[in-house]
């Protein structure tokens, strides 16, 4: 016997939407407060991985011991809290984390490896005076961000934006930090990969088999996955599993090994130039523009992400720009406290709004009092740190798919029937992780970028802009898309650009008052357009 036909509506595609349906609470609906603040620490938790990650990083090779690294990740902790109420309040207005940047590792590295330290023989000297290089050029590549942000440039950059240029961007926003992900997971899988299928499980499988608690595993499962899994490595640490395994193996593995518990101060208030005035180098300002710029870029796309997970409309240009402005303040913050790292926005806790569900900016203001708070109390702050770096790894693995499926859903937008959209689409997104994997591929074997003259900081800029994923991807579709029979009428409806007419201005579209006008009134004095 035939099936029956199909029905009449159920041959019909799913219908476009602005805002992101199914979400609990978005941008300006806040949970209860005993709620809130649970989900306020559970995105404290995310960004701890980045904010733990670069230091460690980046501190020994500069000279400095556990306690340095606790007092940069102390101090980077305490600006993030700072520069994300300021986001929250005045930038953007949307639940943004803004941390530490995987971008400006780069050019801080070539500041570690400048000759004019390397006849520094005591440790601590060395790291101070490399920290204290980093601070002039983190405060001179502030302004790019500043100027361009304030002054309504990137407004216009913003304004050209359609949603077919904006998903290989976000796409790759996310999908661009696989590096960071399984690979991380290996280094050891006997706890990275309990912690992905746990998550997968409480945040994926429990609530359809459980309604009752659905919500409450959806919503909190990286809390109960981490505090069941971080258990469960502090039994084999103090079990002896890794009592004869190799350095590194413990390392990653081990519970108590990262040094930062005995290195931190019980309490201590990060300042303004704790580590001395900082010092100037032309060329280093000019690589860590070009950081600054990438992570501009970067955090554009971010932004859009979470835009859509917080259930709002695009975020107006002028906003955008707002936004951007702000964020240099926040790297200029960076430089004037002695982070060793810009700020840019961070990808996990964008990512954490789709897998919660809950877009409120209560929840991520919440989470920057954790952030200040726990960067005071440095002890209590370190315990957190410490969890070993396969779970915060785990835990990306997710993250990071939710912010590239952001982008990915603004193909909804665009004809992709068309062959214009396939080719921008297709060619954007193969060049992203192209041209990037050429350039780290090549520098890990050869210990330099392909750009190698004479010119240390003219190397950083072009490796740094060509090792972005999300700004390579992101350029050619821009570049692409509004050049590419950019006056047919046709080709203007495919790439989706009338869907995001009435959001080029702030006041074309009503739902931009609810969701990005500033506090107290504040639009009187600084008007958005």
């Known amino acids: 016997m035939a099936a029956p036909a199909p029905k009449q509506e159920e041959l019909q595609p799913h219908a476009v939407k602005d805002q992101l349906p199914a979400i609990s609470y978005c941008l300006t609906s806040p949970p209860p407060w005993p709620e809130a603040i649970l989900l306020g620490f559970q995105h404290y938790l995310v960004m701890l991985g980045t904010t733990v990650i670069i230091p460690t ?8 011991g556990n306690e340095e690294k606790a007092r940069v990740i102390q101090t980077l902790l305490f ?4 520069n994300t109420l300021i986001q929250s309040f005045l930038g953007t207005r949307l639940p943004a984390v803004i941390g530490g940047s995987y971008t400006f590792v780069t050019p801080t590295i070539s500041i570690i490896l400048a000759g004019r330290y390397n006849g520094i023989a005591d440790p601590h000297e060395k790291f101070v005076r490399i920290m204290r290089g980093t601070q002039g050029a983190l405060i001179v590549a502030s302004t790019l961000q500043i100027i361009m942000g304030f002054s309504g ?12 240029s904006a998903a290989p961007l976000v796409a790759l926003v996310g999908f661009g930090l696989y590096e960071l992900g399984f690979p991380s997971v290996a280094k050891c899988v006997e706890i990275g990969l309990p912690q992905i299928i746990l998550l997968v499980a409480l945040s994926q499988y429990i609530p359809k088999l459980v309604p009752l608690l659905g919500t409450a595993f959806e919503r909190f499962a990286i809390i109960m996955s981490v505090a069941l899994v971080w258990l469960y490595a502090f039994f084999l640490t103090v079990g002896g599993a890794y009592k004869n395994a190799a350095p590194k193996t413990q390392f990653h593995c081990r519970t108590d090994r990262s040094g930062l518990v005995g290195g931190a101060p ?15 180098d032309a060329g280093e300002a000019f690589a860590m523009m070009a950081a600054s710029f990438v992570a501009l870029v970067e955090s554009t796309g971010a932004f859009i992400a979470v835009s859509r997970y917080a259930s709002a409309t695009p975020c107006p240009p002028s906003v955008m720009s707002r936004g951007i402005g702000w964020q240099g303040v926040g790297i200029l913050l960076g430089g004037l406290f002695g982070t060793a790292n810009g700020s840019s926005v961070s990808v996990e806790n964008a990512g954490l709004l789709g897998l919660t569900r809950v877009g409120s900016r209560r929840v991520v203001q919440i989470s920057a009092g954790f952030m200040i708070f726990f960067s005071i109390l440095g002890k209590f702050g370190a315990v957190f740190a410490s969890i070993p770096g396969p779970i915060i790894a785990a835990i990306y693995c997710l993250l990071f798919a939710y912010v590239g499926m952001a982008g990915v859903g603004f193909l909804q937008f665009c004809n992709l029937n068309s062959f214009r959209t396939k080719f921008i689409v297709g060619f954007s997104v193969f060049m992203g992780l192209s041209v990037p994997q050429y350039f780290n591929e090549y520098t890990s074997v050869a210990g330099y970028g392909p750009v190698h003259t004479h010119a240390r900081w003219f190397n950083d800029m ?4 060509f090792s972005s994923k999300a700004f390579v991807g992101g350029a050619v579709a821009y570049l692409l898309d509004n050049t590419l029979q950019r006056h047919d009428s046709t080709a203007r409806k495919d790439r989706g650009h009338h869907f995001w007419d009435r959001f080029r201005s702030f006041r074309t579209d009503p739902r931009s008052e609810e969701f990005y006008s500033l506090p107290f009134n504040l639009n009187k004095f600084f008007p958005s357009f």
């Open 462 to 465: 072009i490796n740094v802009v």
């Open 57 to 64: 990083a980046l501190v020994p090779q500069m000279g400095g």
């Open 79 to 82: 600006v993030a809290g700072i």
């Open 266 to 280: 019980w309490i201590s208030v990060p300042y303004p130039f704790q580590w001395g005035a900082p010092t100037f």
């Open 153 to 164: 440039l990137w407004r216009i950059v913003v304004r050209l934006l359609s949603p077919l």
